[in-house]
């Protein structure tokens, strides 16, 4: 047995079923490492948090760091010695593309190319290669220093613009630059950022933006997951672009709807991704219609997938997204809608400082219309600066037959729930947010 590795026999015999490989375990993986085993997959999680649940919830695991290729092939080598029957690997929440593309491609797993990895990592390749096929998206140039930033936004003739690392995900980085003043400071921090040290600049498009993920196999396309984002009441994080959860189902048109998804699929077949999930962020533009922002070769993390629309449609494709993985089709009858339902997630906005107190929560807990209700912190915790959606400080999600219950209740969540940080009281509503005490 290799050291360090935790099998869990509890499950079966493991030299008598097909494993798969997922790259961390964080709460993120938990749905997928569930789904799984719901399969009768066994599962084994690499992390490098030693502390990481999903290690204790798989039937083998590893703590390393899954981003050194070099300890991960390593490992799996071994296992496979052993007779462990690894067929895939896959993740969800992870912004890996590249790094699933190289195990994959290493064993002759079914994955992303070498190529299609890089693209989906890369926001300026990424971005390149749609531009060359005609995909409708915003401008965008690569920036070497802040001087640039000034020239190139005179030549775009455009209110606002958004500023972000080329390899970051989460909206790590992320600023809208309004005021040409703070142009440097911007492109600082966007640097500060990037693994890669590269920053790039885009048009800023003002309208609204939904998220999609789509299965794709072969001739096959589907988009199970369409959801519409919610950025209203969120100017308080200027410059910071946070987004407040999300709707399903949406409210946009048919024509618009079947326009979103059928630019999602050329996008996602252009940038290679043939079999497997695309998750599209795409904006409306007041004239132009339906733009992309970016397309990711993975599954969201969050809410999206595994609770939104299993909650609004009755649709788990993340059991999809796996089979694919370990070389099977997608179960096409599974991803028809049951049933619909109004399902919406939302975030808890906090400033930063030493949480004292949190009140109102038994108040929530008999409501039949909340599914979640997490708080990421305990009493007694420092809160950090919200610069990036990592760091908001708890999630609910909310469900019912209509739009207008579910935000009835969302309303009422904010009113109910207070925290108390350095002697104060919050409600964690972003229309209320203010990063100073």
Request: net charge neutral; proline share 5%.
């Amino acid at each position: 047995m290799l050291m360090g590795v935790y099998f869990y026999p509890k499950r079966g015999n493991v030299l008598m079923k097909k494993y798969i490989l997922i790259l961390g375990g964080s709460v993120d993986q938990l749905f997928m490492i569930k789904t799984a085993q719901e399969m009768e997959l066994g599962t084994i999680v690499f992390d490098g948090n030693k502390n990481a649940p999903g290690l204790e919830n798989s039937d083998i695991s590893k703590n390393i760091d899954f981003s050194n290729l070099e300890e991960v092939f390593l490992y799996v080598d071994e296992l496979l010695t052993m007779g462990i029957n690894i067929c895939g690997v896959s993740t969800m929440g992870s912004d890996v593309p590249h790094l699933i593309a190289a195990i994959s491609d290493r064993y002759n797993w079914a994955g992303p190319s070498i190529r299609t990895g890089e693209l989906t990592t890369n926001k300026y390749l990424m971005k390149k290669v749609l531009q060359n096929k005609d995909i409708p998206i915003p401008k965008f140039s690569l920036v070497s220093n802040y001087k640039e930033i000034e020239t190139i936004w005179m030549d775009w003739d455009c209110d606002q613009i958004i500023i972000k690392p080329t390899d970051r995900a989460g909206s790590r980085g992320v600023r809208i630059i309004s005021n040409k003043n703070n142009i440097s400071t911007d492109f600082n921090h966007a640097l500060s950022q990037s693994p890669k040290k590269e920053v790039l600049i885009e048009e800023y498009i003002n309208g609204p933006q939904i998220s999609t993920e789509s299965i794709i196999c072969d001739n096959y396309f589907s988009t199970p997951g369409f959801a519409d984002r919610v950025y209203e009441d969120m100017e308080s994080f200027h410059p910071q672009i946070m987004e407040n959860g999300g709707w399903v189902p949406t409210t946009h048109s048919k024509n618009t709807v079947k326009k979103v998804n059928q630019l999602v699929e050329k996008a996602a077949r252009v940038l290679g991704i043939n079999r497997g999930v695309a998750k599209g962020d795409v904006v409306l533009h007041p004239e132009k219609g339906p733009m992309v922002i970016e397309i990711a070769a993975r599954l969201s993390g969050g809410d999206f997938c595994e609770s939104l629309v299993p909650l609004g449609s009755g649709i788990n494709y993340v059991s999809d997204v796996i089979r694919m993985a370990i070389g099977k089709k997608p179960d096409l009858k599974g991803l028809k809608e049951k049933y619909s339902r109004a399902v919406a997630n939302r975030y808890f906005f906090l400033p930063s400082g030493t949480l004292q107190e949190i009140k109102g929560l038994e108040s929530i807990s008999e409501l039949p219309e909340i599914y979640k209700m997490e708080i990421y912190y305990k009493p007694g915790y420092i809160l950090p600066k919200i610069e990036s959606h990592g760091q908001r400080v708890g999630v609910f999600i909310v469900v019912s037959d209509k739009r207008k219950p579910v935000q009835k209740i969302i309303d009422y969540v904010y009113n109910t729930i207070k925290f108390k940080i350095n002697d104060k009281w919050f409600s964690g509503n972003p229309k209320f947010y203010s990063p100073n005490i």
